[in-house]
């Protein structure tokens, strides 16, 4: 990378993961890219699998992703060794054919791949494991060795019982040794990471359908449709804040005790104090932090210095 300039990305990007020799960066049509640690990239776009990718997170130096190809009924698993060459995969119209499990295609490369018979709602992880939630199976938590540490039914909240969707499954964190699993409904219900035994269950008094939720550090920002957001701490609503519309992906600064949020066309730095925000022409789908500076990832491709 020469200076401040970065060759932007040769697809429309959803997500850009970091782990310790660099980036992977993911296509919103299921693209896998390498990137150095300068953001220059590594060989040529693959795409393992031909759907998008619901979700992705690093586990050490594992890439662990799902896809949901709704209109074919097809869901899919999968772990990948980071740094090995991502290879093509089959074509869209070979899952056409394959009806059967047995039969079943896999996305390519992979180290392990597993077929779901329901849609995968949430991934998250920490630095030895993963979890995810299956619709109307339950939370399921694996390791390294892509065996099944535990499982459990999917959580319900008897205050959002008669609230339509309010306790499907929107996102799954891990804080310490905890795992907290958040309900469209501002429902959170948290487990021991190691046992799957549940913790606590709470409903964050706030009116609206949660999106997302970014936590770190034990800070979380709770993002809802339409714009809203919701720094939540110890069990408080310390600050909300209305945004230009939902939110992309938002990370927590420690040092500065503030969240730097990608929203909609509007880039924003959020602290108890203030809120700085600078509009943008294109949509930041991600803010990544390289070689002390803070980066936009925009819809586009492009990479643009935080002007914040």
């Avoid at 503030?258 to 789908?285: F, M, N």
Wanted: net charge negative; charged share 25%.
């Amino acid at each position: 990378m020469s200076g401040a300039t970065v060759q932007p990305l040769p697809f429309h990007p959803s997500q850009i993961l970091r782990w310790h020799d660099g980036y992977v960066a993911i296509g919103v049509d299921g693209e896998f890219l390498l990137l150095d640690h300068e953001l220059n990239q590594k060989g040529e776009p693959k795409k393992p699998f031909p759907s998008s990718v619901k979700k992705a997170v690093v586990v050490q130096n594992r890439l662990i992703a799902t896809w949901i190809e709704h209109e074919l009924m097809v869901a899919r698993i999968a772990g990948f060794e980071l740094g090995t060459d991502f290879v093509n995969g089959p074509e869209r119209g070979d899952l056409r054919t394959r009806t059967t499990i047995a039969a079943a295609l896999h996305p390519a490369g992979a180290v392990w791949s597993h077929v779901l018979d329901a849609e995968p709602l949430a991934l998250g992880s920490n630095d030895s494991q993963f979890a995810f939630m299956l619709w109307r199976k339950g939370l399921y938590a694996m390791g390294m060795d892509a065996g099944e540490h535990w499982r459990s039914a999917e959580p319900k909240w008897k205050e959002l019982e008669k609230l339509p969707h309010a306790e499907v499954t929107t996102e799954i964190t891990f804080e310490r040794n905890s795992i907290k699993v958040w309900s469209r409904g501002s429902g959170v219900k948290t487990y021991d990471a190691d046992s799957g035994k549940q913790t606590d269950s709470m409903t964050v008094q706030y009116d609206g359908i949660l999106h997302s939720v970014f936590s770190e550090h034990g800070e979380c920002l709770l993002c809802y449709d339409g714009g809203d957001v919701v720094w939540f701490s110890e069990g408080e609503i310390k600050k909300i804040e209305h945004l230009n519309g939902a939110v992309q992906h938002a990370k927590w600064n420690e040092k500065l005790q503030c969240w730097h949020i990608a929203g909609w066309r509007e880039e924003c730095v959020l602290s108890l104090d203030s809120t700085k925000r600078a509009q943008l022409e294109e949509i930041p789908v991600q803010i990544i932090e390289c070689m002390d500076h803070f980066y936009l990832v925009l819809n586009n491709g492009h990479f643009k210095r935080s002007s914040l």
